[in-house]
Nanobody, 127 residues
Framework: QVQLVESGGGLVQAGGSLRLSCAAS????????IAWFRQAPGKEREFVAA????????YYADSVEGRFTISRDNAKNTVYLQMNSLKPEDTAVYYC????????????????????WGQGTQVTVSS
């Protein structure tokens, strides 16, 4: 398993931007699919975006498509989530998750499919 550490969260006004980072340990980072999930108070954890280990193809939830961009830098063992045009409903704790040689769905990824998780970073969008 890899160890994951998120950073970059904070408080931003609606319409603003943030970039989250997910730094991973280990020498096999390129074999891991990395996903971002988020969880708002009183709600279930939901999928946000993922990037494939094999093709680096990005996948997004409908709610963030066109506003968020996921990317990876395998040389730095880091995945980024660029979040633009933020809305108050984007407020949540954001978690990155990893699964080696992930073979599950990229359109409806579920949290139990990912073996490693970071501690989360808070994103708050004020109206």
């Amino acid at each position: 398993q890899v160890q994951l550490v998120e950073s970059g969260g904070g408080l931003v006004q609606a319409g603003g931007s943030l970039r989250l980072s997910c730094a991973a340990s280990g020498r096999t980072f390129s074999t891991y699919t990395i996903a971002w999930f988020r969880q708002a108070p009183g709600k279930e954890r939901e999928f946000v975006a993922a990037i494939s280990w094999s093709t680096s193809s990005p996948y997004y939830a409908d709610s963030v498509e066109g506003r968020f961009t996921i990317s990876r830098d395998n040389a730095k063992n880091t995945v980024y989530l660029q979040m633009n045009s933020l809305k108050p409903e984007d407020t949540a704790v954001y978690y990155c998750a990893a699964d080696q040689y992930y073979s599950g769905s990229y359109y409806y990824p579920t949290a139990p499919s990912f073996e490693s998780w970071g501690q989360g970073t808070q994103v708050t969008v004020s109206s």
